[in-house]
């Protein structure tokens, strides 16, 4: 998106932590509350102007639901970054799954909780089988379909 010359920034659920959602633990509401606080800032942002990339793990509908609500369902796309639990082991810089396994952190979704899958995600990256690059080609696709960004 910088490279085509348009202003984007990340909203990372983790990063939140470290900042505004530091007061927050790993529970099923704390982890609700840290994805609303992240999409009011998303929300801010993309009102300025700024296309917001955010980051976050949520595994319920409810969420997403109102994630779409806040931010407006025109400014809002979906995308469902798939991988099967394996490989999301296998890429966890961060330990947390590690951590889910022995008990440190309760309700990890699709460790000891449950990850429902969106439905209805305006675009899916089967992050198995496409590499990086792929994916965020397939974004930018998206995206131009979408107006967001200009096809040229």
Sequence with gaps: LFDAGHLATTIDGQQLRVGISRDLGFTAAERSENL????????VVNQSGVIALC???????????????VVGDDRFIEIFVDAPIELCRERDARGLYAAADRGDIADF???SSAFEPPADADLVLDTQTLTVEACAERVMDLLRARDV???S
């Design 36 to 43: 609303r606080r992240g999409i009011e800032v998303a929300r």
């Design 55 to 69: 980051a976050f793990v949520a595994p319920h509908e409810l969420p997403r639901r109102r994630a779409r609500e």
């Design 149 to 151: 960004i200009s096809a």
């Design 109 to 111: 979704p699709g460790v």
